[in-house]
């Protein structure tokens, strides 16, 4: 693999859920002008864990889906960690179903231009996850468990954003809204997509949705006639480890398993309403970012 000096950064995000426990795996690359390396993050309802590598143990092929981090390898078929270093030891492996791709990318056209400072994909709404994650002698278990992957890449997170994922009955369901740079100018810009039973709806920038409100607690969304009203009812988060300029100097909060309330309007009318006991919510609006 070709490593760029520009500052970047590429990374995976995996979810998975059980009726009782959820795990969050991000494994990641990332280079400056100073430094180059590679991690693993891994997020769960008791704690967080960030291991740092040499950027020489970090391999990927994006054409197979396959990424590897020392002993430590991930891909849409699953994951399989062997982290053993100094009062941390990770081991365990998941399997996963086919994944229930998006109908096309979830950031349109605005993939194609150039410069943007973070990039969104998303590989996969709802896949099952069937497998062992041990972390510090007590094992997660994961039995036709519920996953979801997408992944980043660019220069640095926004300055502010809102993100939200959950798994309800018979779907899956992402938002996000953000601050976006593009070529100074900034505009808020959103994503959303609501799968319910092999069915997609989408929310999005580029089909006229616009960000009425962008708030700590509270998501607002408008698309024609077509609203959804996001409450975030976060307990206590666990923070992560974010790339500003390629390097992970920035830290962000997420709530890996969280009370919020998704409601979805058509005019006045309340066509739906998802209640979540567990959903993940991550987001920066409080004050700007200073980078290190």
Known sequence: MHIQ??????????????????????PAVHISGEKSSSSI?????????NMEFPISEFKLS??????????????????RLDIERAGIKIKGRLDFGPFAKPAFDIMGPFCCIPGMECRHSVYSMEHSVNGTIQIQ??????????????????TSFPETYVWTQHFFRDGSLVF?????PILGVHFKGTIGIVRQKDKECRFATYLGASVVKMGENVLKIRQGRKTVLIRLREKEGSMLHAPCSGKMTRKICEYPSCQADYIFFCGKKKEKEILAARAAVEYEVKKKHNPA
């Not at 993050?41 to 864990?49: C, F, K, N």
């Not at 994006?62 to 078929?77: A, P």
């Not at 002698?137 to 660019?154: L, N, P, Q, T, W």
């Open 41 to 49: 993050q891994i997020l769960t309802e008791r704690g967080v864990w």
């Open 176 to 180: 996000a809204a953000a601050d976006i």
């Open 137 to 154: 002698g007590k094992d997660i278990r994961f039995s036709d468990a519920r996953g979801y992957m997408e992944g980043d890449s660019g």
């Open 62 to 79: 994006r054409k197979q889906m396959k990424m590897q981090i020392e002993k430590n390898c991930f891909s849409e078929k699953g994951i």
């Open 5 to 26: 000096r520009r500052p970047f950064f590429y990374g995976w995000y995996f979810r998975c859920q059980s009726e009782t426990d959820t795990i969050a795996v991000i």
